[in-house]
């Protein structure tokens, strides 16, 4: 046992397997949350609102509370080379 900590050792019983995430299946969701874009996007929690308050997001919906993405409006946007909101409201409209 290798000592981990004030007085601890490392044992089966008080080594925990990373957390799984507990999001339902994104390929089945209309709209998803920021917890769920920072997971498709790889990035943090923090680095969604940052990025959506900076405008390089696509806008999101306020869905009663809460406020929700688009899932196919992502992965269009995504696919789209990832740009600005301003951008990607412009080149929407073209595509409409």
């Given at each position: 046992?290798?000592?981990?900590?004030?007085?601890m050792?490392?044992?089966?019983?008080?080594?925990?397997?990373?957390?799984?995430?507990?999001?339902?299946?994104?390929?089945?969701?209309?709209?998803?949350?920021?917890?769920?874009?920072?997971?498709?996007?790889?990035?943090?929690?923090?680095?969604?609102?940052?990025?959506?308050?900076?405008?390089k997001?696509?806008?999101?919906?306020?869905?009663?509370?809460?406020?929700?993405?688009?899932?196919?409006?992502?992965?269009?946007?995504?696919?789209?080379g990832?740009?600005?909101?301003?951008?990607?409201?412009?080149?929407?409209?073209?595509?409409?």
């Amino acid at each position: 046992m290798k000592p981990i900590g004030k007085g601890m050792a490392m044992t089966e019983q008080n080594v925990q397997p990373k957390q799984q995430c507990r999001c339902r299946s994104l390929d089945a969701a209309l709209a998803i949350s920021a917890r769920e874009l920072a997971e498709m996007l790889g990035i943090s929690l923090r680095q969604v609102w940052r990025l959506s308050s900076a405008g390089k997001l696509p806008r999101p919906l306020k869905v009663g509370g809460s406020v929700r993405w688009d899932r196919d409006e992502i992965l269009r946007w995504f696919r789209e080379g990832c740009p600005d909101r301003r951008t990607w409201e412009v080149r929407k409209a073209v595509l409409a």
